[in-house]
């Protein structure tokens, strides 16, 4: 592409790179100017314009906007129309954007030109929201670039339908948690179960001891339940503390390694599961009563020491497992 300051009367088929105004009315950038717009441009008293004029190797930016997108989108996405060298991704469900980050970034690194946007990978999204968008920054950008971008994407940008799960929710007990805030923890489950087209099956107060706990998680995990929650009322602090041992206590099993400061619930999230007959494979995750309740925790992501800020995106992924 060839871009620069020409006169007026060589500027006929090329893409006007400013808004111009005149007494005959407004000329937007981007405009691929025709003949009567040369004279409108010279009845307006302009002598020189600036723009972009396309060689025989480049592509338009909607045309290769649209070219990257149609290669980008995958299952659930509805490709919007191009304009201005963007088109938008929107999400056809309810549901978890899946995509390699790294694919992303490989696109991005290929032309200046061309970029990529998108929601965070396992992002939950609803449907209509905007996913990604492809924007072209000049007015053309090479065919050569175009085609090493669509290469790129092997695995495309997906929206995966969510899943109605049933979750079965446990809730430990010390003397200093006040029973109002097992309620609010057991209505902020709920709800967030709800967000996510899941269903709280049933709910259990246990003591925070081993044994308790153990039985309880049996419980829910013969209770036909996709998920067993564990809602703690004290922070894990060791693989020996109440709620890993009593998970080994009740499933055989332990997985995670634990990360017992600053731990995330999107690594704990995969934490405790067992397999059972009939190829059933309920999920326990252990998180903190105080912070899942919402004093001041318990956003996506956040982190607190000593204890689980179970992150949403996590649940996310398994609505689409």
Known sequence: MIFGEVRVGEALGCYLAHSLKTPAGKLRKGRKLTTAHVQQLIEGGFDHVTVAQLEACDVHEDQAAMSV??????????????????????????????????????????????????????????????????????????EASVARVVAVFARRIQVHPSVGHRAFFIQTQL?????????????????????????????????????????????????????VLVAGASAIADRQDVIPAASYNATGRCDPPFRYANGSGQSAAGGFHRRYPHHRHARVCAFTTAQWAGQGIGAPGQQTARGFSLDIVAWSRWSAA
């Open 69 to 142: 997108a149609t290669m980008l989108a995958g299952e659930g996405i509805r490709i919007g129309p191009a304009s201005t060298g963007r088109v938008n991704l929107h999400a056809l469900v309810d549901g978890v954007c899946d995509f390699d980050r790294e694919l992303i970034d490989l696109a991005n690194a290929v032309d200046e030109g061309i970029t990529v946007a998108t929601v965070m990978p396992s992002s939950a999204v609803g449907k209509g929201r905007l996913v990604a968008t492809v924007k072209i920054i000049p007015y053309a950008v090479p």
């Open 175 to 227: 003397p200093t948690i006040k029973e109002s805030v097992l309620d609010k923890t057991s209505h902020v489950t709920r709800q967030r179960l709800l967000t996510h087209h899941a269903q709280m099956l049933g709910e259990l107060r246990v003591p925070h001891t081993e044994e308790q706990l153990a039985s309880a998680m049996v419980q829910g995990m013969h209770s036909g339940a996709d998920w």
